[in-house]
Each structure stands twice: as structure tokens, then as C-alpha cells.
């Protein structure tokens, strides 16, 4: 079964189509462009930040989309009816009470068309932020390919190198001749995605993939440093695809480009069932070399066995030659020292347990893992952006329990143990039976221990013959 994964579109992309136009001022004449920290803007060209939506309270505004995929969700909110219109299927007077406008996952794969609709009445908005589209695919690679990697872009026409902090890079090439474009020849993808610059000054655009043609706008009262300039999906793998992107507005209006983007499906492996079945060689190597290592611990053993035997016979051989006197024997042995706990002993505690943050999970609703996946990637509900959408993370998740840590658990009373405590040890009283124990060279101790090996190990004797007897 294919995994399915999906990319996520800004609503101040390009590929969205606003009706009556992209970005104006007043919502009652259209749709206004307005970000969660920023506002509505009042300068043309400012940057903005937060999150974006467009926002409407026209009743019959609209936005449509052109998408390949399995499924599709449109993110925003409402306090008014919508329409929405997938493929030619009409669904009307919908309402929302939460930040998913609409969502459809049984859609064939294929290539679809999707309208939303505004009915708001007097008082009543609707703000679209941003739609995820879901491929049932296996999840692809993605390469990008940087705007200065002129290996794979072949720039033809005037085009100038631009610099900008809120630029992901913090470098674009821009054009403000009409014709001037930029192409490429790629295979092995199944998407491809154009990142630019939306913003005050730029125009219309044209972009051709293997000669079918789309005329897109770039044109905003806002400065949108990187958003998709153009998406494509459902690309045949097998196939070469030459993407060209021109410049069709006026001179003196601009284009930039800031990435390509390239979906690559990941190489498929044979089924298991498909291998050939190595249980049987790899078993039998299993056991010889189980029976080997059997053989290679009985021949050590035997073998320490037999030194010992060599040893203690030639050591017994010694004591015997030598004059055994009743002195040597003692009656008692030393004591073995009892166990005690050391002052470092006691000291012991457990070892902390791992500090883990709590709360501050980006686990939501794939809104929020969406927004949270931030700039610089095609899949980011907040669009690819640099510093100034950086200060604020767009995240709909609380960061309130941030930088909570679990407590650790109180340490232990004592040492829990099964031997005496030290204070036990010291003051318990010696066993009445035995005496104080003498203290005896090791060397004696050595010859007395022989002495005993040698009783147990020594042949019968004749029976016949007297016992021997100490010299005195």
C-alpha cells in the first residue's frame, strides 16, 4: 500500500486565482491580504509577518485552484456560508466552526479543479490561509536547486543578482527586461516546484513545461520574499520535461527566482518473497560453528584438568620429603572478614532521571504540523520566509508549558540492602563459640592446605603394615 504524503500552498501564492482580483484594500471591494502580526498593510512593498491570509467579506468572491492529488484540505475561517466546487461537483452553503474550511481525501488521482465561494453577509468575513494537497504516493526526495547554480538553470536575457535578508539564501536573480527567462531540463521527478519573490513592481510571468503554458501574476502590495511561483504534479518519472520561465510583463517590471524544486520518487526495493532463501546454509553454519566452539571448550578444559593433576601430584611429592611436626598443625583458622558497608557505600543514590520537557508537542492537527514545518520548504503553510516570519513561529500550539521539566523523585531514605548496616557490623557481638583468631603466615597456611591435598589423594596403604607415627 502507498504511503501518501502532500504539500502545502500559501495563499499568497501565485498558482491561487482570486476573484475579483489578488490583493487590493478594503474587503468589501474584494480580497485583502493581512498577517497575523503585521495587519493589513498600509505601504506598499512592506514585508509582512506572521501568518497571512487573504481575507473577504464580498459576497461572491472567490478563489480557484488547479491541482493534481488524491485529496485536499483548505485551511482558514469563516463566520459566513461558502460554496465550494470540486471538479464540477457543487457543494453550497457550508459553514466551519474550526480552522479547516474543507476537507476531501477519497478524490481519484488525477488532475483536479477546486473553487471556493464567499457568501458573507453585513458584518461577515472569510479568510483562506492556505490548501494541503495529499498524493497517495510513496513520499519522494526532494532536491533544490538554488537560483546561482547556473549549472542546472540556463539563464538567457538580462538577469541581475539580488541580495536580501529575507530572502531564504539571501540571494535571487531578478529580470526587469520583457523576454528575458530561465530553463531546465530535468527527469526521474514526479513534482516540481518554483520558489520567488511576490512583491510591488512585479508582473505577469509565463511558465512552460514541455510546451503547455500558464500566465501567472507576482504582483502584490506586499513584499512576499519567497513563495511557490509555480507547482506541478502528477510528472511520469520516466519521462525528460523542459521548464521555462519568462518574463511578459513590460521592462521595468520585475521577476525573481529564488529555487527549483524537483519531487523525486525513491527507488523501489524487491519484496522479501522475491529473494532467494538462505535458511538452510545459514542453519548449518549456525550449528558447526555451535560444535566447533563445544569442541574447542571441552579440549580446554581437559587440558587445564590435567595441569592441575601434574601439580598438585609434584607438590605433594615435595611435602612428603620433608619432616612433618605436630607444630604445624593449628587448631584454628582466621576468621573471614565480614561484610561491611563503606562510608562511600552509603553515599550511593540512584542516578537523576532524564530531564523531558513537558507539553510544547508539535504532535496537533496537521494544521499545526504544517505551520510548525516553517519557511523555507514547499510544504510550509506559512510559505518559505526568512527572518522576520522567523520571530514568530506560527504556531498554533500553546508555548505556555515550554521549557516545563518533569521533577525528579525524591531520593531514597537509606540504602535498601539485605546485608547489616555499618553501625550492625560494628557493635554485633563475635560468635560465643569461637576463640580470637590467631593470625598464621601464609606460607604455613600454604603447607597445611598441601598437607590435607595430599591425604585425600594418597593411594590405600597395606593394611598389614603399622600406621606411621610423628617423631617426637
Known amino acids: 500500500m502507498a504511503t501518501s504524503w502532500n504539500i502545502t500552498l500559501n495563499d499568497t501564492s501565485p498558482v491561487f486565482t482570486y476573484y475579483p482580483y489578488y490583493d487590493g484594500f478594503g474587503t468589501g471591494n474584494g480580497w485583502q491580504v493581512w498577517y ?34 488524491t485529496g485536499i484540505e483548505l485551511y482558514g475561517t469563516a463566520n459566513c456560508t461558502f460554496d465550494i466546487t470540486v471538479d464540477g461537483i457543487f457543494s453550497s452553503s457550508l459553514s466551519s466552526p474550526s480552522d479547516i474550511l474543507y476537507s476531501n481525501q477519497a478524490l481519484p488521482e488525477g488532475t483536479h479543479s477546486l473553487t471556493l465561494t464567499a457568501h458573507p453577509t453585513s458584518g461577515q468575513q472569510l479568510a483562506f490561509e492556505n490548501a494541503v494537497i495529499y498524493i497517495d504516493q510513496a513520499i519522494p526526495q526532494m532536491a533544490s536547486y538554488s ?22 539564501g539571501g540571494t535571487f536573480h531578478f529580470t526587469e527586461t520583457m523576454g528575458s527567462s530561465v530553463s531546465t531540463t530535468f527527469g526521474g521527478s514526479s513534482a516540481v516546484v518554483v520558489q520567488g519573490i511576490v512583491n510591488w513592481g512585479n508582473w505577469q510571468y509565463t511558465v512552460s513545461l514541455n510546451g503547455t503554458q500558464s500566465v501567472l501574476n507576482a504582483s502584490s502590495f506586499w513584499f512576499i520574499p519567497d513563495t511557490t511561483l509555480f507547482y506541478e504534479g502528477g510528472l511520469d518519472s520516466a ?24 519531487y ?57 620429603a620433608n619432616e612433618i611436626t ?49 519557511p523555507g520548504s514547499a510544504t510550509s503553510s506559512l510559505g518559505p520566509y526568512s527572518e522576520p516570519r522567523n520571530n514568530t513561529s506560527g504556531s498554533l500550539s500553546s508555548s505556555s508549558a515550554r521549557g516545563r521539566w518533569r521533577p525528579l523523585p525524591p531520593p531514597p531514605d537509606s540504602v535498601s540492602s539485605p546485608a547489616l548496616s ?17 593470625q598464621i603466615p601464609d606460607s604455613e597456611v600454604d603447607r597445611i592446605l598441601g598437607i590435607i591435598a595430599s591425604r585425600m589423594d594418597m593411594p590405600e596403604r597395606n593394611t598389614s603394615s603399622p600406621p606411621p607415627q610423628y617423631q617426637s
Not at 244 to 253: F, H, L, R, W
Request: glycine share 8%.
Open 36 to 69: 497575523s502580526e503585521t495587519g493589513y498593510n498600509t505601504v506598499p512593498a512592506n514585508p509582512g509577518v506572521g501568518i497571512s491570509a487573504h481575507i473577504t467579506s464580498l459576497p461572491g468572491a472567490n478563489v480557484t485552484l488547479s491541482f493534481y492529488g
Open 147 to 168: 537560483n546561482t547554480n547556473t549549472t542546472f538553470l540556463n539563464y538567457t536575457g538580462n538577469w541581475s543578482t539580488g541580495t536580501d535578508t529575507h530572502v531564504p
Open 264 to 320: 523525486q520518487p525513491q527507488p523501489t526495493t524487491l519484496p522479501s518473497s522475491s529473494k532467494p532463501s538462505h535458511a538452510g546454509e545459514i542453519a548449518g553454519t549456525i550449528v558447526g560453528v555451535v560444535v566447533l566452539l563445544a569442541l574447542v571448550v571441552c579440549f580446554l578444559f581437559w587440558r587445564r584438568s590435567r595441569r592441575l593433576k601434574t601439580a598438585i601430584s609434584a607438590r605433594n611429592s615435595n611435602l612428603l
Open 239 to 262: 519521462q525528460i520535461y523542459v521548464l521555462n520561465i519568462a518574463d511578459t510583463s513590460e521592462d521595468g517590471n520585475k521577476l525573481a527566482i529564488n529555487s527549483v524544486k524537483l
Open 422 to 438: 555499618l553501625h550492625e557490623v560494628k557493635h554485633s557481638p563475635m560468635p560465643s563459640r569461637l576463640e580470637p583468631p590467631v
Open 326 to 374: 605436630p607444630e604445624a598443625r593449628a587448631t584454628h583458622f582466621p576468621a573471614l572478614a565480614p561484610y561491611t558497608i563503606s562510608g562511600a557505600t552509603t553515599k550511593i543514590r540512584p542516578q537523576k532521571f532524564p530531564l523531558i520537557p513537558v507539553g510544547g508537542s508539535t504532535d496537533g492537527s496537521p494544521h499545526e504540523r504544517a505551520i510548525a514545518r516553517g
